[in-house]
């Protein structure tokens, strides 16, 4: 029997006396009689609502579940009804095969792949100019799978296969007020840009850069360099332009679109500016403040010089893996790795959305994100492929405005960064907002903590969060969550449908503690690296599985696998970090440090909070002897030259001064010694870590 609450209890969480009186009787009556799980369940339908305090949701989740066996992890906080178990696209899959569970169905798609992929790619209506003649080839070994042999395509025209006048994108204007743009708008706008390109002398295969906010036109842009042939490089508006240098040089862009200015919670900051800084290709500028007339190098081009007439355009037709999209992503070494995407990988993108995420036509998809890290064109991909709606939102997402344009969109599914969720619950911004047209939320980029969690699931009374990990070369996730399962904060329930996964100790043997890693092969799996050797960065000196002779593939993610089956990150195995949603590489930052006069040495590490959460960037130092910059100076410093040669996102947490690094005798910095130094103190309450 669960204890009894008293009066004071409830006040205390900040219900004012008269309504604490109205409701103790009915919450204690319900954890007297009830077991756990249908009392939790009447308390989130019938007491909590989400314009009641947090404390209030937090006490009564932990006195449900007072007496839960803490060794199988947290308690859930959502559980599926009838409706998500025959509704769902994961059920449907369940009923069709004339299965009994999710599991068996999760063993069908990792013991019969072809059949899988082969399901998925006739029940999303994937569209081919020349059909496939056998799946997968794996005749070139398990590390080089060829999908769909025989196959040509251009995935972009499955992104237009929902009715015209369906809304295709919902987006806020300066103004504030809501614009759609259908499915027939985008695609002719997608088909303008495309024979914009082919006017301009651009031919399949040449890369194009884009470094511009998640926008319609954007979106528009992405679409049509597919459509024509050519190849997107994603570049993320926020990098320095030594940055944008980089990612142009190694994909050899032809040319970028960008625009003059980008507004940021009110401030009016230059693009186009940092494109010239970063002497870049031709470059087509799109105009948001047509009062400032910025000037152009002689060879760039307006939107308006660049974009054709024509509204009809004929997609060209690729080999399955040719080159649709170049992106990047840290590794351990200071240049980031250059990752191609194929036709073969938006395929991942939407089947992930359709049965993970269960986006279903016309639903409303909102993802605060950015076409230089992969959740912009997975975004892209998720929705469109499954005909659904794209939400964009003209402004920062920790700001309230976000949560009303959440609110007025009838967004059903919204993506968040943890870091996202923790400033709104700091600030209490989307109090008293409608989030009921939500059907779930998903969860990625960073370790998640279980109180913060809980809270995003309040403030749409309780609905589920997919927690997604997976990265730029898998085109998706490869550990995640579905809708038919109990949804538990902070907590993977599944590998990705189509994969699996198994744990290794430090010995290579399987356990229920260490580094997860992927067993291939999968659509969305990369291939290659264009200025690496993709063996070495994924299947060098990985094991064997006992059982099987099929090579491992690395990711790099520590995981606990709980007594449950389900799984909790535990970080990253290699120096590798998330900081706000961005993977960035130690090296990365320390070489931006050293533009400090005063610091010699410096070492970047990232920390786990104890109670879990988004990583924290903490700077080791060793300065010069005659240094006279006390610790906060030179933080002010080091931050600076973060954001100017690396990303204003990456904010420090700490910096220590040190007389020297531990290294290894191969000269080495031992950062795992650093993280163990660090005196991070617990900031997680009781019972939710």
């Known amino acids: 029997m669960a204890e009894q609450l008293s009066l004071e209890q409830i006040v205390t969480c900040g219900v004012d006396k008269n309504t604490a009186a109205v409701i103790v009787p009915q919450i204690n009556q319900w954890l007297s009689s009830l077991p756990a799980r249908e009392c939790w369940q009447q308390l989130t339908q019938h007491i909590l609502k989400p314009e009641h305090p947090f404390p209030l949701h937090q006490l009564l989740y932990e006195t449900t579940f007072l007496d839960w066996d803490v060794n199988q992890g947290l308690p859930?906080?959502?559980?599926?009804?009838?409706?998500?178990?025959?509704?769902?696209?994961?059920?449907?899959?369940?009923?069709?095969?004339?299965?009994?569970?999710?599991?068996?169905?999760?063993?069908?798609?990792?013991?019969?792949?072809?059949?899988?992929?082969?399901?998925?790619?006739?029940?999303?209506?994937?569209?081919?100019?020349?059909?496939?003649?056998?799946?997968?080839?794996?005749?070139?070994?398990?590390?080089?799978?060829?999908?769909?042999?025989?196959?040509?395509?251009?995935?972009?025209?499955?992104?237009?296969?929902?009715?015209?006048?369906?809304?295709?994108?919902?987006?806020?204007?300066?103004?504030?007020?809501?614009?759609?743009?259908?499915y027939g708008e985008l695609h002719a706008l997608t088909n303008r840009v495309a024979n914009g390109l082919v006017d301009a002398g651009f031919q399949p295969g040449h890369a194009i850069a884009i470094d511009m906010p998640m926008t319609a036109e954007s979106i528009a842009i992405y679409l049509g360099i597919v459509k024509a042939g050519c190849v997107v490089v994603s570049i993320a508006d926020s990098f320095?332009?030594?940055?944008?240098?980089?990612?142009?040089?190694?994909?050899?862009?032809?040319?970028?679109?960008?625009?003059?200015?980008?507004?940021?919670?009110?401030?009016q900051l230059p693009l186009y500016a940092k494109v010239i800084d970063a002497d870049a290709p031709t470059a087509i500028v799109l105009s948001q403040d047509s009062s400032q007339l910025v000037e152009r190098r002689p060879n760039d081009l307006t939107w308006d010089e660049f974009l054709s007439s024509n509204e009809e355009f004929q997609a060209i037709a690729a080999h399955p893996h040719a080159y649709?999209?170049?992106?990047?992503?840290?590794?351990?070494?200071?240049?980031?790795?250059?990752?191609?995407?194929?036709?073969?990988?938006?395929?991942?993108?939407?089947?992930?959305?359709?049965?993970?995420?269960?986006?279903?036509?016309?639903?409303?998809?909102?993802?605060?994100?950015?076409?230089?890290?992969?959740?912009?064109?997975?975004?892209?991909?998720?929705?469109?492929?499954?005909?659904?709606?794209?939400?964009?939102?003209?402004?920062?997402?920790?700001?309230?405005?976000?949560?009303?344009?959440?609110?007025?969109?009838?967004?059903?599914?919204?993506?968040?960064?943890?870091?996202?969720?923790?400033?709104?619950?700091?600030?209490?911004?989307?109090?008293?907002?409608?989030?009921?047209?939500?059907?779930?939320?998903?969860?990625?980029?960073?370790?998640?903590?279980?109180?913060?969690?809980?809270?995003?699931?309040?403030?749409?009374?309780?609905?589920?969060?997919?927690?997604?990990?997976?990265?730029?070369?898998?085109?998706?996730?490869?550990?995640?969550?579905?809708?038919?399962?109990?949804?538990?904060?902070?907590?993977?329930?599944t590998p990705a449908l189509g994969l699996d996964v198994v744990i290794l100790e430090e010995n290579g043997h399987p356990a229920d503690k260490g580094e997860m890693l992927i067993i291939p092969p999968s659509i969305g799996l990369s291939t290659e690296l264009l200025n690496k050797n993709h063996h070495q960065v994924?299947?060098?000196?990985?094991?064997?599985?006992?059982?099987?002779?099929?090579?491992?593939?690395?990711?790099?993610?520590?995981?606990?696998?709980?007594?449950?089956?389900?799984?909790?990150?535990?970080?990253?195995?290699?120096?590798?970090?998330?900081?706000?949603?961005?993977?960035?590489?130690?090296?990365?930052?320390?070489?931006?440090?050293?533009?400090?006069?005063?610091i010699c040495e410096a070492a970047a590490i990232a920390i786990s909070p104890p109670g879990g959460g988004p990583s924290q960037l903490v700077i080791y130092a060793v300065v010069t002897p005659d240094s006279h910059k006390d610790t906060a100076a030179l933080k002010s410093d080091s931050q600076q030259a973060i954001a100017q040669h690396l990303n204003p996102l990456f904010k420090i947490r700490d910096l220590i001064l040190v007389d020297a690094l531990p290294r290894t005798a191969s000269n080495k910095v031992m950062r795992r010694v650093l993280r163990d130094r660090y005196p991070l103190q617990s900031v997680s309450l009781q019972r939710l870590n």
């Not at 599914?413 to 600030?427: E, F, N, Y």
């Open 324 to 493: 649709t999209n170049i992106l990047f992503s840290s590794g351990t070494t200071g240049e980031p790795k250059a990752i191609p995407w194929s036709q073969t990988t938006p395929i991942k993108c939407a089947v992930d959305a359709h049965l993970h995420h269960d986006i279903h036509p016309k639903d409303v998809v909102a993802w605060p994100t950015n076409l230089g890290w992969m959740m912009g064109p997975w975004l892209i991909y998720a929705s469109l492929v499954n005909r659904a709606t794209i939400a964009l939102y003209d402004g920062v997402p920790t700001e309230r405005g976000f949560g009303q344009f959440v609110q007025d969109a009838h967004v059903t599914l919204l993506g968040v960064v943890p870091s996202l969720v923790s400033a709104w619950k700091t600030s209490g911004c989307m109090k008293g907002l409608d989030w009921s047209a939500l059907k779930a939320f998903s969860s990625t980029g960073e370790c998640s903590n279980p109180q913060d969690m809980l809270f995003l699931m309040s403030l749409a009374g309780y609905k589920p969060i997919i927690e997604y990990c997976g990265g730029t070369e898998i085109g998706g996730g490869y550990i995640t969550g579905t809708l038919v399962q109990p949804c538990v904060p902070s907590t993977f329930t």
């Open 240 to 267: 320095a332009a030594a940055e944008i240098t980089t990612r142009l040089r190694l994909s050899k862009a032809k040319a970028i679109f960008t625009q003059d200015y980008i507004q940021r919670a009110g401030k």
């Open 538 to 598: 994924y299947f060098a000196h990985t094991p064997l599985l006992p059982i099987s002779p099929t090579p491992l593939r690395r990711h790099g993610d520590q995981m606990e696998r709980l007594p449950n089956g389900y799984y909790r990150a535990q970080g990253r195995v290699d120096d590798t970090m998330n900081l706000g949603g961005i993977k960035v590489s130690s090296s990365e930052i320390e070489q931006a440090l050293y533009s400090v006069e005063e």
């Open 76 to 182: 859930p906080a959502w559980f599926p009804g009838d409706n998500q178990l025959q509704t769902t696209h994961i059920g449907e899959l369940i009923k069709q095969f004339k299965m009994s569970s999710y599991v068996e169905l999760h063993a069908w798609s990792v013991q019969h792949r072809a059949e899988f992929w082969d399901v998925m790619i006739q029940r999303l209506g994937i569209r081919f100019q020349q059909n496939y003649e056998e799946i997968v080839d794996l005749s070139q070994g398990i590390e080089s799978p060829q999908w769909l042999v025989g196959a040509r395509l251009n995935i972009a025209e499955s992104c237009f296969q929902a009715p015209a006048d369906d809304p295709a994108i919902i987006f806020q204007q300066g103004g504030g007020s809501l614009a759609t743009l259908t």
